[in-house]
């Protein structure tokens, strides 16, 4: 089974599992150098997106808007589109505008295209008009994460130029932490790697104290490397969740880039699988330190087995990460009883199947296009003994009365989402410390006399 079954009283998504279409695409604008995000749509849409990533990431950052009216919602919004645009450019000087669409928009019926084909012809801007790349991203039609990977698609597509081989590495890696980019950083360069991280966010959300805060942050991918990325020898997509339509795709059909796509690296199997084919592109073994790092992982997951061995866990949240966080607690003795996300890819069951291949335990239970009330109701049912997830989780762990596992986005109540490691044997090292730890915390608060020493 891999939807919820119909509720006789059902009337609408009740604490949606998800975030909007646009706000995956503005994060994913977010990590190219010298971009501004920009919503055509109504002005609430920008602030709420805002607030969101802002909670999260506890960055300051700027998403502008076409502001459509009530007017402009009968007559188009072409007018305010280009004047936006405009404002933008002046006020910004950017080098990139990364356009998404919003659920008034796409209703209407903006042709965006055309729109902006007509504002190229005609602009008379102060400067070198910025790059346009836009996207359709109302949010009826999908979560998040499809705007996010819509949004990666239509740089590669604007952008990527083909030619001889430049012996780099794109990485496609989703929406993971800042701190997962620059791991992954410093993997590829312990293989002797140039890689193209797209996008990259790991300064433009996560940058140093400023004595002057700037209209656009450092950091990002340049749109140079972008163009490379059709002369790159290999791309790698992490999801196996993931539309046909991806950047690592299109590449490989336009530029004959070779693609190869990977379960998210959490954990020990799924981050052997990619150090692995690392290898294989390099030519270089596996190098010592991540040897090491995995020789010290293996280690804990034998002094904490004790902790962990017969619990279970309701999971949720990114159709990928719950996957990749399905294996990795299957792998330290957890056994998923409910993975449930709120995207509806059609893949989700075949991928917690595939990482949960050869680990022992029963299946669990995997469900798309899941709303927080029904994930609630199996939950109280299943009376697993921790939940994975972002913070939207939090009234329900603290109605079970179990721990809550923060991973993730969004994570708004607790500080440092933005550094919290998922990937490779350092994130999941990580990830088995907090676990273990919350058990045993939640064991010592809930017993009638507690303990100290173990």
């Given amino acids: 089974m891999s939807k919820m079954p119909p509720r006789a009283n059902y009337t609408s998504t009740t604490n949606a599992c998800k975030l909007c279409k646009p706000l995956g ?41 076409s502001a459509l009216g009530e007017k402009d919602a009968v007559y188009g919004g072409g007018r305010n589109l280009k004047q936006g645009l405009t404002n933008v450019s002046a006020k910004y000087q950017p080098k990139l505008i990364g356009i998404a669409t919003t659920c008034l928009t796409e209703t209407i019926g903006d042709d965006v295209k055309m729109i902006l084909s007509e504002y190229r012809r005609d602009y008379n801007g102060d400067g070198e008009l ?47 932490s800042p701190a997962d980019l620059r791991h992954l950083k410093s993997i590829l360069a312990a293989f002797g790697l ?19 805060c700037p209209l656009i942050p450092e950091g990002g991918t340049t749109i140079e490397a972008i163009k490379g990325m059709g002369r790159a020898d290999a791309t ?25 796509r990977l379960p998210m690296p959490v954990g020990i199997r799924a ?44 999971l949720y949240g990114e159709e990928d990460l719950v996957v990749g966080m399905a294996g990795f607690l299957a792998e330290i003795g957890v056994r998923p009883v409910l993975c449930a996300s709120g995207g509806q890819s059609g893949r989700f069951k075949a991928a917690i199947d595939e990482v949960l291949a050869g680990l022992p335990g ?22 697993p003994d921790l939940i994975v997830g972002h913070s939207k989780g939090y009234s329900l762990a603290r109605k079970l009365g179990i721990p809550l596992i923060r991973v993730g986005f ?22 088995f410390d907090l ?15 507690g303990y100290s020493y173990m």
């Fill in 435 to 449: 676990i273990t730890n919350e058990l045993i915390r939640a064991k010592q608060d809930n017993s009638p006399v």
């Fill in 362 to 383: 029963e299946s669990p239970e995997v469900f798309e296009g899941m709303d927080f009330y029904e994930i609630a109701e199996r939950a109280e049912a299943l009376k």
């Fill in 410 to 431: 969004p994570i708004h109540d607790r500080i440092g989402g933005q550094r919290i490691l998922h990937l490779g044997y350092e994130g999941a090292q990580q990830l």
């Fill in 194 to 212: 140039n890689g193209t991280i797209l996008p990259d966010i790991s300064d433009t959300l996560d940058g140093p104290a400023l004595a002057d």
């Fill in 130 to 176: 910025p790059v346009l790349v836009a996207v359709s991203t109302p949010s009826y039609s999908g979560s998040h994460m499809e705007g996010f990977h819509a949004a990666v698609r239509g740089l590669v597509e604007a952008l990527s130029e083909g030619g001889p081989r430049n012996g780099t590495l794109n990485i496609l890696p989703g929406l993971v």
């Fill in 271 to 314: 981050s052997d699988r990619f150090f692995t084919l690392l290898a294989e592109l390099s030519g270089q073994p596996i190098p010592q330190a991540l040897q090491a790092s995995k020789g010290r992982l293996i280690d804990a997951l034998v002094d904490g087995h004790k902790y962990l061995a017969g619990k279970t866990a309701v």
């Fill in 236 to 260: 790698i997509e992490f999801g196996l969740t993931l539309p046909d339509d991806t950047g690592g795709p299109y590449l490989k059909a336009r530029c004959k880039v070779a693609n190869h």
């Fill in 25 to 65: 695409a503005c994060l994913a604008f977010r990590g190219v150098a010298g971009s501004v995000s920009f919503l055509h749509g109504s002005q609430g849409c920008a602030t709420y997106m805002r607030r969101y990533i802002i909670s999260h990431f506890n960055e300051p950052i700027d998403i502008a808007s």
